[in-house]
């Protein structure tokens, strides 16, 4: 892999995400840009349909500055409403349509978007929404059926920034189960130096064709694999929800070379019966995980499958989402998430903001080009997230090995204090997942009354194991485990609670856990 000039890659970036298509289109207009369900549109006729939805939706009162909320799972007419929105200054809300109708209801209101589009051509959840918003059917001919919400006469629009680059390009909010929306802001220049730095991280050349399951509604699905993809005038093969036997389909029938996804996507991948299916004799030559720890058990069985290294990666909303990622001409045996890609800066810092000696963890910060605007409407949080000199603090803890690799040790907020004992979940998951019966786990933490905390690990299970029970992972973490790090109690789960991109809801397995504690009647 080559050197990046820093300097020149940002110089030469484009000021919109609009001009994405509009430079393919100019250079491989014939080239295919997005597959969706066997359907295929080339680079010119994305650069159109972006054209004709600027003219549907400056007909339908949208204007520079106003946000426009789109309620969709990945499909064509999503990114077509996105770039269409960044050609007219607007900012593109994106919005999962899997989320219950209380928080899309609170989302809208916190961003008070001008219009709500549904993609419910390609979206049972989006079609259902749109018939409680009120919203009429349109056609984006062969690029699908959108429905639109009434228009929003409070609405006002944000100033627009003589300079597009800097101009806010997508809202996304991040997960959360209680509390009020977090809208994250991310400019033209956040997303395209993600976009370019992670697509040559990766060596993506265009007759790429790169799988697009994670969604676009998530800052990994949009900036690194869509985004980043489309880029580099690769194709993008998009799917809007994720099932092993459909990938299986597409890496053999689509030439995939590219597969993105988060540990739980593969690990359901090892579960699916995959009889017949050699991924070896695939066209794939990259594979990555990433917004969610991986850890060395699930690493190693997926490398066996697939006989590629599955490359490593770290990044959040706040910073577009790429922090680091390991090379391609460099894959790692460990779980790192790589070296910090060309043009950030971090930091690892005590409590106080000092800086640590290498080699010791404490508290990562990041500056660059890709750390966002700010938090919408929230200055005091972006002032508690951003200090004046651009240094974001992610509210990771991280360490750095001599190398210079990166190492995730845990959230701040996820520390869980026992008896005077730091215990970092991620350790104790991974001695879990090594376990044959283990599918995936997570460990959080449970108050206990006079300011102690307990740990408490949930587990899903491979059927095939069905005579493994908590007991038995017990006594597999006696000799693994110091006795402060193992769990007070292993619960058996069948599903974690999710979000749409795989990412495990911790915040609500500690309440369940909680709740266990506080009233052991309680049911999960």
């Not at 991986?294 to 590629?308: C, G, P, Q, S």
């Not at 929230?378 to 190492?407: K, M």
Request: hydrophobic share 45%; aromatic share 6%.
């Amino acid at each position: 892999m080559t050197t990046i000039d820093v300097e020149a890659l940002i110089s030469a970036l484009p000021r919109r995400l609009s001009d994405i298509p509009s430079y393919w289109a100019g250079r491989t207009p014939d080239a295919v840009a997005l597959s969706e369900n066997g359907r295929q549109i080339s680079y010119r006729r994305l650069n159109e349909a972006v054209d004709e939805a600027v003219v549907l939706l400056v007909d339908l009162g949208v204007r520079p500055g106003d946000r426009l909320m789109i309620v969709a799972e990945n499909c064509m007419a999503q990114l077509v409403l996105v770039f269409a929105a960044a050609r007219m200054d607007t900012w593109a809300v994106n919005v999962n349509a899997r989320l219950s109708l209380s928080e899309i209801d609170a989302i809208g209101k916190h961003c008070g978007a001008r219009r709500v589009v549904y993609t419910h051509g390609s979206s049972a959840e989006a079609y259902a929404h749109a018939q409680r918003g009120g919203a009429s059917k349109v056609s984006l001919g062969d690029i699908g059926d959108i429905a639109i919400g009434p228009i929003n006469p409070a609405c006002e629009p944000e100033p627009v920034d003589a300079e597009g680059s800097k101009q806010v390009a997508v809202l996304l909010y991040t997960t959360g189960t209680t509390g009020q929306p977090k809208g994250v802001m991310l400019t033209h220049r956040n997303l395209l130096f993600i976009a370019a730095v992670s697509g040559h991280v990766r060596g993506l050349i265009n007759t790429d064709r790169a799988y697009g399951v994670l969604p676009i509604t998530h800052v990994f699905g949009l900036a690194s694999v869509a985004l980043g993809t489309l880029y580099a005038g690769a194709s993008l093969y998009l799917a809007a929800r994720y099932s092993p036997a459909a990938l299986i389909a597409s890496v053999r029938n689509d030439s995939l070379t590219i597969l993105q996804g988060v540990p739980a996507m593969y690990a359901r991948l090892l579960e699916h019966d995959r009889a017949g299916w050699d991924p070896s004799t695939s066209a794939l030559r990259f594979i990555y995980a990433g917004g969610s720890p991986l850890d060395a058990t699930l690493k190693d069985n997926v490398e066996r499958l697939f006989k590629l290294p599955l490359h490593n990666g770290y990044g959040m909303t706040e910073s577009s989402p790429t922090i680091s990622q390991t090379r391609v001409d460099a894959p790692r045996r460990d779980t790192s998430v790589g070296s910090v890609i060309p043009g950030v800066d971090i930091r690892i810092v005590d409590v106080t903001g000092v800086d640590l000696a290498a080699g010791e963890a404490g508290e990562l910060w990041v500056r660059g080009p890709n750390v966002m605007k700010g938090y919408y409407r929230d200055p005091e949080l972006t002032a508690a997230t951003i200090n004046p000199d651009g240094w974001l603090n992610t509210g990771d803890i991280a360490r750095c090995s001599p190398d210079g690799a990166l190492f995730i040790v845990g959230r701040t907020k996820e520390l869980i204090i026992r008896s005077g004992f730091n215990v970092y979940p991620v350790e104790v998951e991974s001695a879990l997942n090594s376990h044959p019966a283990v599918v995936q786990s997570a460990v959080v933490g449970r108050f206990l009354p006079g300011g102690n905390e307990e740990v408490v690990a949930f587990v899903e299970l491979d059927p095939a194991h069905h005579h493994i029970g908590p007991a038995d992972l017990m006594a597999y973490l006696e000799p693994i485990l110091a006795a402060y790090k193992r769990p007070a109690q292993i619960i058996v789960m069948d599903a974690m609670p999710a979000a749409a991109t795989g990412k495990i809801l911790k915040g609500e397995l500690k309440q369940l856990a909680q709740r266990l504690h506080d009233a052991p009647e309680s049911s999960i």
